[in-house]
T-cell receptor, first 113, second 117 residues
């Protein structure tokens, strides 16, 4: 199994508060991704990173920002959480260079009240 | 735009039956990757297979087999002699081989498979 951890695993927060989710990998993979999973929508890409300090937007990036200061860490920030951001968030990694399957972390369940 | 359709929302089978999960995709790209992932009740996503669009050979791995048909834009997944441990949500996904958007996996909405003992 790929070495991917996410923290926290569960979080309940109030509307309007900032929230940061962390993804940590020990595989030295170049690419990292944040997805959200919602009933009826499958998984949707929020942001991804193709290297340290190199990030780009995905399909559902509004309300989210990311940062990657080290190869192993990819942070997802909700600047001001809203109830519509209640979801399960998954981090994924991939090697690139033809090895393009993405491996997923265990997920973070976020509830915004 | 890319799209993945898994028309079967839920399927129930009795243990030891064979079951096929359907996946139909739409893309304008001439080369692309297709994937299947498994999400058991514990919630993690498990990578099962990657298929390149230029390789139409079907693949078998134990009780699992995949039928890729480019002519019908389908990438179906068959489980032979199903077991209770196969109970999970299965996702089909698609991404371009290269170019803009090539990092983004487009997922279907998943098929929930329940295997009844």
């Amino acid at each position: 199994d790929a070495g991917i951890t996410q923290s926290p695993r569960h979080k309940v927060t109030e509307t309007g508060t900032p929230v940061t989710l962390r993804c940590h990998q020990t595989e030295n993979h170049r690419y990292m991704y944040w997805y959200r999973q919602d009933p009826g929508h499958g998984l949707r890409l929020i942001h991804y990173s193709y290297g340290v300090k190199d990030t780009d937007k995905g399909e559902v990036s509004d309300g989210y920002s990311v940062s990657r200061s080290k190869t192993e860490d990819f942070l997802l920030t909700l600047e001001s959480a809203t109830s519509s951001q209640t979801s399960v968030y998954f981090c994924a990694i991939s090697q690139g260079g033809g090895r393009d399957e993405q491996y997923f972390g265990p997920g973070t369940r976020l509830t915004v009240t | 735009a890319q799209k993945v359709t898994q028309a079967q929302t839920e399927i129930s089978v009795v243990e030891k039956e064979d079951v096929t999960l359907d996946c139909v995709y739409e893309t304008r790209d001439t080369t692309y990757y297709l994937f299947w992932y498994k999400q058991p009740p514990s919630g993690e996503l498990v990578f099962l297979i990657r298929r390149n669009s230029f390789d139409e050979q079907n693949e078998i791995s134990g009780r699992y087999s995949w039928n890729f048909q480019k002519s019908t834009s389908s990438f179906n997944f068959t489980i032979t002699a199903s077991q209770v441990v196969d109970s999970a949500v299965y996702f089909c996904a698609l991404r371009p081989y290269s170019g803009a958007g090539s990092y983004q996996l487009t997922f279907g909405k998943g098929t929930k498979l329940s295997v009844i003992p």
